[in-house]
């Protein structure tokens, strides 16, 4: 089960009347911490969209940041296939871990993150994840009934062309917003978003016709990034 309909019925609480949590960053499934939860903090982390806990050493309801202003945004929760541990998604406000590092797992002397900081908004890119599922679904389709199937079918040539036009749209895109007055600002941002989505998905295309993954991709991202 999942989503924030969870109830307190569905829990397999333990005799002590705690089950663990996992909590993950919804951004990017970084792993920030494990506590544990009884049915009061469940409904309160329900209740208030902030993720609240059971202190074993208080033996109390404790909202994570009450004190420290580094709270977890729920941003959804799922149950196990036993009903007796908690999966947590939060967009978490400032440092997880007491000591000032993101996540509870990091290292002693990973880099500490401002206590007072909001890190940016997850901007959703896991959904990805769903767009790349739908495309490597749609390529064993008939290429009469899908445009994926039908790019794919076209071989390299049909989706890369797409990249190329696509490209070009963006280009004009970001121009017409750089030029863009206040008034039709709006206008032209939903623009370039549309052509960029575009770029994205025609992109994805080009992956799957290569049978090259995504991961790839992400996997040099990082080496870049560590470099």
Same mark, same amino acid.
């Given at each position: 089960?999942?989503?924030?309909?969870?109830?307190?019925?569905?829990?397999?609480?333990?005799?002590?009347?705690?089950?663990?949590?996992?909590?993950?960053?919804?951004?990017?499934?970084?792993?920030?911490?494990?506590?544990?939860?009884?049915?009061?903090?469940?409904?309160?982390?329900?209740?208030?969209?902030?993720?609240?806990?059971?202190?074993?050493?208080?033996?109390?309801?404790?909202?994570?940041?009450?004190?420290?202003?580094?709270?977890?945004?729920?941003?959804?929760?799922?149950?196990?296939?036993?009903?007796?541990?908690?999966?947590?998604?939060?967009?978490?406000?400032?440092?997880?871990?007491?000591?000032?590092?993101?996540?509870?797992?990091?290292?002693?002397?990973?880099?500490?993150?401002?206590?007072?900081?909001? #890190?940016?908004?997850?901007?959703?890119? =896991?959904?990805? &994840?769903? @767009?790349? $599922?739908?495309? *490597?679904?749609? !390529? /064993?389709? %008939?290429?009469?009934?899908?445009?994926?199937?039908?790019?794919?079918?076209?071989?390299?040539?049909? #989706?890369?062309?797409?990249?190329?036009? =696509?490209?070009? &749209?963006? @280009?004009? $895109?970001?121009? *017409?917003?750089? !030029? /863009?007055? %206040?008034?039709?600002?709006?206008?032209?941002?939903?623009?370039?978003?549309?052509?960029?989505?575009?770029?994205?998905?025609?992109?994805?295309?080009?992956?799957? &016709?290569?049978?090259?993954?995504?991961?790839?991709?992400? !996997?040099?991202?990082?080496?870049?990034?560590?470099?």
């Amino acid at each position: 089960m999942t989503g924030k309909q969870l109830r307190e019925d569905d829990v397999a609480w333990s005799p002590s009347g705690l089950v663990p949590a996992v909590v993950q960053d919804a951004g990017d499934g970084r792993v920030l911490m494990v506590a544990y939860v009884d049915a009061e903090a469940l409904a309160s982390t329900l209740a208030s969209g902030e993720v609240h806990f059971h202190s074993r050493s208080r033996d109390r309801l404790w909202r994570k940041g009450e004190t420290s202003g580094n709270v977890l945004r729920l941003r959804d929760i799922a149950i196990d296939c036993d009903g007796d541990a908690l999966l947590i998604q939060a967009d978490p406000v400032g440092p997880t871990c007491h000591r000032g590092t993101r996540s509870c797992f990091d290292p002693a002397d990973a880099p500490l993150v401002a206590a007072a900081a909001t #890190p940016p908004t997850a901007q959703g890119f =896991e959904w990805l &994840e769903t @767009l790349w $599922a739908t495309i *490597d679904e749609r !390529a /064993a389709a %008939d290429p009469a009934s899908s445009y994926t199937a039908r790019l794919i079918a076209g071989g390299v040539d049909a #989706p890369a062309r797409k990249v190329a036009e =696509e490209a070009t &749209e963006v @280009l004009m $895109a970001a121009k *017409d917003d750089a !030029a /863009a007055d %206040d008034a039709s600002h709006a206008a032209t941002r939903d623009a370039l978003a549309g052509e960029v989505a575009d770029l994205l998905y025609h992109t994805l295309v080009v992956l799957r &016709e290569r049978g090259l993954p995504p991961s790839a991709v992400i !996997a040099r991202l990082r080496e870049r990034h560590e470099a």
